[in-house]
C-alpha cells in the first residue's frame, strides 16, 4: 500500500468468513485497495482475502468487531489514508455501492457518511429492533438518527483517530462514533444502500437487544453533550 498514492481504502474486519469474504473482496478492489483485519479467525478467512488482492492484518485472539476496526484505523493512520469505507465481510453490503460514499465526500468532505438501509426490507425481527434503537437514539441525543448500526460507511481521519480511544467492542462502538460526531460538531451524511439478508437465522432477542441498546443511547447522549469517548 502506498500512502503516497492512496487517500481512501476499505476496510473490512471479518471473523470465521472464509467462504465468503474472497468474493467480497474481490468486488471491492475493483473500487478501493482493501484492508482485512482477521479478527482471530479459527478458518481459513486470511488465507482467502490475501489470495483475493487484500493486505491482511491478523490479530489474536478473537477480541470483537470494535477492537478489530480501531486496528484497521491505526494501520490505516500509519500509512497515512484519509478516509476508510467500511464494510462486513459476509455480504451484506454489495461493495458495488462504494462510489456511492466516495461521491458524498467528495461533494461535500467531512468525517461520517453512513449507508442507509431500507428497514421495510429486513426480516421482521431485524426491523422492529433497528427501528426502536433508531428510535431510542434519536431521543437520547435529540436529533434524527435514521440508521445507526449499518457497519457500512465512510470513516474521516479525524474521527478514526478520536475512536481509537474507545473500548468498545460491540455494537455501541458504531454508535460512539456518531455521537463523537455530535460532540464535535462533524457533519453526518447517510447514503442509500441496499438490504441484502440471506437464510441465516438471527439470534437477535429483541427484549434483550432494546435494554442493551438503552444504556448505549444513554452513554451516547453523555458524550455527544461533551463527555469523553
Known amino acids: 500500500m502506498d500512502p503516497a498514492a492512496v487517500q481512501v481504502i476499505a476496510l473490512i474486519p471479518a471473523h470465521d468468513e472464509a467462504p465468503r469474504i474472497g468474493a467480497v473482496v ?3 478492489v475493483a473500487h478501493l485497495p482493501v484492508l482485512v483485519v482477521d479478527d482471530g479467525s479459527t478458518d481459513a478467512t486470511s488465507a482467502e482475502a490475501d489470495a483475493a488482492g487484500a493486505l491482511v492484518l491478523r490479530q489474536e485472539p478473537n477480541q470483537g468487531k470494535g477492537a478489530a476496526l480501531r486496528a484497521g484505523f491505526a494501520r490505516a493512520m500509519a500509512d497515512g489514508i484519509l478516509a476508510v469505507v467500511t464494510l462486513d465481510g459476509d455480504g451484506q453490503h454489495d461493495p458495488a455501492e ?3 460514499f466516495l461521491a458524498a465526500e467528495g461533494a461535500q468532505p467531512g468525517e461520517l457518511v453512513i449507508g442507509r438501509r431500507d428497514f421495510g426490507r429486513m426480516p421482521i425481527v431485524r426491523r422492529l429492533s433497528n427501528i426502536a434503537g433508531t428510535v431510542a437514539l434519536s431521543a437520547a441525543v435529540g436529533r434524527w438518527i435514521p440508521d445507526n448500526q449499518s457497519g457500512y460507511r465512510l ?6 483517530a478520536a475512536m481509537l480511544e474507545s473500548r468498545d467492542d460491540g455494537f455501541a462502538f458504531e454508535v ?3 455521537a463523537v460526531c455530535l460532540r464535535e460538531g462533524w457533519p453526518i451524511r447517510w447514503v442509500p444502500i441496499s438490504t441484502i439478508y440471506g437464510d441465516e437465522r438471527s439470534h437477535i432477542r429483541p427484549l434483550h437487544h432494546l435494554r442493551d441498546f438503552l444504556a448505549v443511547a444513554r452513554r451516547a447522549r453523555r458524550i455527544a453533550r461533551g463527555g469523553p469517548v
Open 26 to 28: 474481490r468486488a471491492t
Open 98 to 100: 462504494l462510489p456511492r
Open 155 to 160: 470513516i474521516g481521519r479525524r474521527l478514526m
Open 176 to 178: 460512539e462514533m456518531i
